[in-house]
């Protein structure tokens, strides 16, 4: 499956922001995920949600600031972002089925291209 990425661009801190991520087939059967990656940093998780049940997972920095959501018939994934922070500030990765058996670690079958999400203090 390929991933598309959009949304990104410059929002002021304590703004909001949603991104999303098309793929290219259906993802009702896939776990997805979103992962950032700062200038110089580590790629790291952000959100995830489990296709069975939905459940979601999120970082600490996420908890309570970002949503994810799929429209599953629009094959489409979503980060809703608010109350942005300068930390924030990276280009955000859409990533479907992961390899094994964490959600949070960036092993995933599929990526997509990335967006620049950059947050103005």
């Known amino acids: 499956v390929q991933l598309q990425a959009s949304g990104g661009g410059l929002v002021q801190a304590g703004g909001s922001l949603s991104l999303s991520c098309a793929a290219s087939?259906?993802?009702?059967?896939?776990?997805m995920a979103w992962f950032r990656q700062a200038s110089g940093k580590d790629r790291e998780f952000v959100a995830a949600?489990?296709?069975?049940?939905?459940?979601?997972y999120y970082s600490e920095s996420a908890k309570g600031r970002f949503t994810i959501s799929r429209d599953s018939s629009k094959n489409m994934v979503f980060l809703r972002m608010s109350n942005l922070k300068s930390e924030d500030t990276a280009v955000y990765y859409c990533?479907?089925?992961?390899?094994?058996?964490?959600?949070?670690?960036?092993?995933?079958?599929?990526w997509g291209q990335g967006t620049l999400v950059t947050v103005s203090s």
């Open positions: 087939g259906n993802i009702f059967r896939r776990s």
């Open positions: 949600f489990r296709w069975n049940d939905g459940e979601q």
């Open positions: 990533a479907a089925d992961p390899k094994g058996s964490s959600y949070t670690i960036p092993q995933y079958r599929f």
